[in-house]
């Protein structure tokens, strides 16, 4: 049973860094990262093909937000930086879609908080 087990979030001033990390239990063809925060839809963030490298990204996270992957690790990061308290939400990774639509991906893990103060 494929299982996605998000971590790395925590709290950080406005203008900091983070690094988020996606462990899956086998072999993908794409992860997203989403978020959602209190009172919002849950909203596409940034997505990478495992296969080609190909990435999608939010525009409102175009140039602070940078999504890898190891395939060797069965990992993906999310590393966020130049935050803004926009920035806080739950983060949750999840697989097989694209388009950076929530309806399109299938599995997800548990999420992770990410909490940005001004």
């Known amino acids: 049973q494929l299982q996605l087990v998000e971590s790395g979030g925590g709290s950080v001033q406005a203008g900091g860094s983070l690094r988020l990390s996606c462990l899956h239990s086998?072999?993908?063809?794409?992860v997203g990262w989403f978020r959602q925060a209190p009172g919002k839809e849950r909203e596409g963030v940034a997505e990478i093909s495992l296969r080609s490298g190909s990435t999608n990204y939010a525009d409102s996270v175009k140039g602070r937000f940078t999504i890898s992957r190891d395939v060797a690790k069965n990992a993906v990061y999310l590393q966020m930086d130049l935050l803004e308290s926009e920035d806080t939400a739950m983060y949750y990774c999840?697989?097989?879609?694209?388009?950076?639509?929530?309806?399109?991906?299938?599995?997800w893990g548990q999420g992770t908080q990410v909490t940005v103060s001004s």
């Open positions: 086998a072999y993908l063809a794409s």
């Open positions: 999840a697989a097989g879609g694209w388009g950076l639509l929530t309806a399109a991906y299938g599995v």
